[in-house]
């Protein structure tokens, strides 16, 4: 039986239940496979060896989650190849192509969750009620340790952006 966390997600300020476990900061980061453009299977090992931050969202079509990865997009343009910047979500790859030629977004890659919901399952950010995924991100090393961890607690809040970049540059060295 999947683990089921209550109280730490809402939606609108309604109450969601998360399945899944609780990821933690200085714990190896659990591999996962989703789909990327083409349909595609993309595992999470052809990011190793780069610092990566993962964004997990509910769609691309809402605006909370186009305007976060927008912003993730701008703020890791800096690093270059150095960091692998996914923004994961349960859109179709060709809706997140959509959302990403509209933004001209050349540092983030996308990859949804439709098929399988492993990365849901192993992050813990499936949300039972709706099937989407729960807004949180996740920055890991080059060495797969987590080193931040942000379960934003509202569907309709944004990540702390600061935060999550501190982690960043703290994984880079």
Do not use: W
């Not at 340790?145 to 501190?166: G, I, K, T």
């Amino acid at each position: 039986m999947p683990q089921e966390r209550t109280d730490v997600y809402k939606i609108r300020g309604n109450p969601m239940t998360l399945i899944g476990p609780e990821i933690k900061i200085g714990q190896r980061a659990p591999e996962f496979v989703a789909v990327g453009q083409g349909l595609r299977a993309v595992s999470s090992k052809e990011f190793a060896g780069k610092v990566r931050m993962i964004a997990s969202v509910p769609s691309l079509d809402t605006g909370v989650c186009e305007k976060e990865t927008i912003k993730f997009n701008e703020l890791v343009g800096e690093f270059g190849d150095k960091v692998a910047m996914v923004t994961i979500s349960m859109d179709l790859p060709f809706a997140q192509a959509r959302c990403c030629t509209a933004n001209n977004l050349k540092n983030v890659t996308t990859i949804s969750d439709y098929r399988e919901r492993d990365f849901q399952d192993k992050y813990g950010v499936h949300v039972k009620e709706t099937g989407l995924t729960g807004r949180a991100v996740f920055v890991i090393d080059r060495n797969d340790l987590v080193r931040h961890v942000e379960y934003v607690p509202d569907q309709s809040q944004f990540p702390d952006f600061d935060a999550a970049m501190v982690a960043v540059k703290e994984a880079l060295g």
